[in-house]
């Protein structure tokens, strides 16, 4: 587990103002502070069918976990792909350990699994870590 602290602003004579953030652990705390640096939305149970049902463009979700490398590796991408395509996407994680009954109603055996959601159904699936264009091609036709 890599943890990284930042010092506070320079104004803070004491240091007694420090932040510490964990990186690649199993923090919900660090999960949503890495997910705010992009596009990318952090889903529960408590708000996944609301989005996917009322949402006006596709909504392009990868299942996950912090202790999966695969995953890990496949995060920028996902990153990059909710930056890019912002105005045709919604893109979101969903974290499979914190949230197995969502991986069970998805049949998610394996991870990282990207599934396309178009009119709150699911229309497309990808399995594994896969480069951008891959996932790009593999969703094309619902984009």
């Not at 396309?116 to 619902?142: H, W, Y």
Request: glycine share 6%; net charge negative; with cysteine.
């Amino acid at each position: 587990m890599a943890l990284i602290a930042r010092r506070a602003p320079s104004g803070d004579s004491d240091n007694t103002n420090w932040s510490h953030r964990v990186i690649m652990g199993f923090s919900d705390v660090c999960k949503r502070e890495v997910l705010n640096m992009s596009q990318v939305n952090a889903y529960t149970s408590m708000d996944f069918d609301a989005t996917i049902q009322s949402a006006d463009k596709p909504v392009l979700i990868d299942f996950w976990a912090g202790w999966c490398g695969p995953c890990r590796a496949l995060a920028p991408v996902i990153d990059e792909i909710a930056n890019e395509y912002a105005d045709k996407l919604i893109v979101g994680k969903v974290d499979v350990d914190a949230e197995p009954g969502l991986s069970q109603r998805y049949r998610v055996m394996s991870i990282p699994c990207v599934i396309l959601f178009k009119g709150g159904e699911p229309v497309a699936q990808s399995l594994g870590a896969v480069s951008k264009e891959e996932l790009i091609r593999r969703f094309a036709a619902f984009l």
